[in-house]
């Protein structure tokens, strides 16, 4: 059997000359070692950043990673210290007695007692 004969072979594409002005010339730069300055990057996110801002940073992204339960969620906004320091001095009025007051307390309820001028108390409600 006779070899088959192929086509004609492929004729390479006509390389387009690009006209170059001869008063630039390229100068590629070489940023190896001695060589030229790499350019200016952002390392904007590399810089070493104060721990409040780093700490504070952090709180926020777990704050939107975790769940948390609204019994605890209450707590992240307090009063303004003026506020809260009015609110604790009405608080105070509203104290559990101790031991020393209710003692004397009930001292004095027996010596009304034996005197006869006992009246008929209420619990004192809130």
Sequence with gaps: MAPKRGGKAPVPAKKKTVVTNPLFEKRPKQFGIGGALPP???????????????????????????????ALNQFTRTLEKNLATNLFKMLLKYRPEDKAAKKERLLKRAQAENEGKLLRQRNQLL
């Design 40 to 70: 200016k990057k952002d390392l904007h996110r590399f810089v070493k950043w104060p721990k409040v801002v780093r700490i504070q940073r952090q709180r926020r992204i777990l704050k939107q990673r975790l769940k948390v339960p609204p």
